[in-house]
C-alpha cells in the first residue's frame, strides 16, 4: 500500500481527487463533473473492490461526462498498489476514523 500513496502522488491522482482522496485536489474546482470522493462508496463507479478500482485506472472513465484518464503506462501490479491505497481511503472512514 505505501508504493500506492507514492504512485497516487507521482501520477497526479492527488491533484484532481486531494491526497487524502476527499475530491479537492488544486485542480477539483476547474472539473465537470467533479473528482471523486472517495469516502462516498457511491464514487466507485465500477464497484469498490480492488479489482474493479485497477480495471477504472486501466481504462479511465469517459462516460457521463467524466474525464479521468487511463493510465495504461502503469503496470498491473502499479495499478493495484493504486488501487489499494484508494481502497484504504474508502474503509478509513467506513470504519470511522475519517483518515487515510
Same mark, same amino acid.
Given at each position: 500500500?505505501?508504493?500506492?500513496?507514492?504512485?497516487?502522488?507521482?501520477?497526479?491522482?492527488?491533484?484532481?481527487?486531494?491526497?487524502?482522496?476527499?475530491?479537492?485536489?488544486?485542480?477539483?474546482? !476547474?472539473? *465537470? @463533473? %467533479?473528482?471523486?470522493?472517495?469516502?462516498?462508496?457511491?464514487?466507485?463507479? /465500477? +464497484? !469498490?473492490? *480492488? @479489482? %474493479?478500482?485497477?480495471?477504472?485506472?486501466?481504462?479511465?472513465?469517459?462516460? /457521463? +461526462?467524466?474525464?479521468? @484518464?487511463?493510465?495504461?503506462?502503469?503496470?498491473?501490479?502499479?495499478?493495484?498498489?493504486?488501487?489499494?491505497?484508494?481502497?484504504?481511503?474508502?474503509?478509513?472512514?467506513?470504519?470511522?476514523?475519517?483518515?487515510?
Amino acid at each position: 500500500m505505501e508504493e500506492g500513496r507514492s504512485l497516487y502522488g507521482t501520477n497526479g491522482c492527488a491533484s484532481c481527487h486531494g491526497p487524502a482522496g476527499h475530491g479537492d485536489g488544486p485542480v477539483a474546482k !476547474t472539473l *465537470v @463533473p %467533479a473528482p471523486r470522493d472517495f469516502r462516498d462508496a457511491a464514487a466507485f463507479k /465500477n +464497484g !469498490t473492490e *480492488v @479489482p %474493479a478500482i485497477a480495471r477504472t485506472l486501466a481504462e479511465g472513465l469517459a462516460t /457521463n +461526462g467524466a474525464g479521468m @484518464p487511463r493510465f495504461d503506462h502503469l503496470t498491473d501490479h502499479e495499478r493495484r498498489s493504486i488501487a489499494l491505497f484508494i481502497r484504504s481511503l474508502h474503509e478509513d472512514v467506513k470504519e470511522g476514523t475519517g483518515q487515510p
